[in-house]
């Protein structure tokens, strides 16, 4: 479990930090007639940014990984 935490460091990074921006999407944009499907809830947009956040941050790191030539 801790090899896991070492190697996915910037996606669960990526992940916090998007669940929080998906938050303050929520509060200050959200959706006035509550019938969008991502930002009606604040547990939506939440999940809907971190994973989205997680899998683009594991995208950018796979690039470097990549570049680098581990």
Same mark, same amino acid.
């Given at each position: 479990?801790?090899?896991?935490? #070492?190697?996915?460091?910037? #996606? $669960?990074?990526? =992940? +916090?930090? =998007?669940? $929080? /921006?998906?938050?303050?999407?929520?509060?200050?944009?959200?959706?006035? @007639?509550? @019938?969008?499907? %991502?930002?009606?809830?604040? +547990?939506?947009? %939440? %999940?809907?940014? /971190?994973? +989205? /956040?997680?899998?683009?941050?594991?995208? %950018? /790191?796979?690039?470097?990984?990549?570049?680098? =030539?581990?």
């Amino acid at each position: 479990m801790k090899k896991f935490f #070492q190697n996915k460091s910037w #996606q $669960i990074l990526g =992940g +916090l930090l =998007g669940g $929080i /921006a998906g938050y303050f999407y929520w509060k200050e944009i959200g959706c006035v @007639t509550g @019938t969008c499907p %991502i930002t009606s809830k604040p +547990l939506n947009s %939440i %999940i809907y940014f /971190a994973v +989205l /956040a997680y899998f683009v941050t594991g995208t %950018i /790191a796979g690039f470097r990984t990549l570049k680098r =030539g581990d």
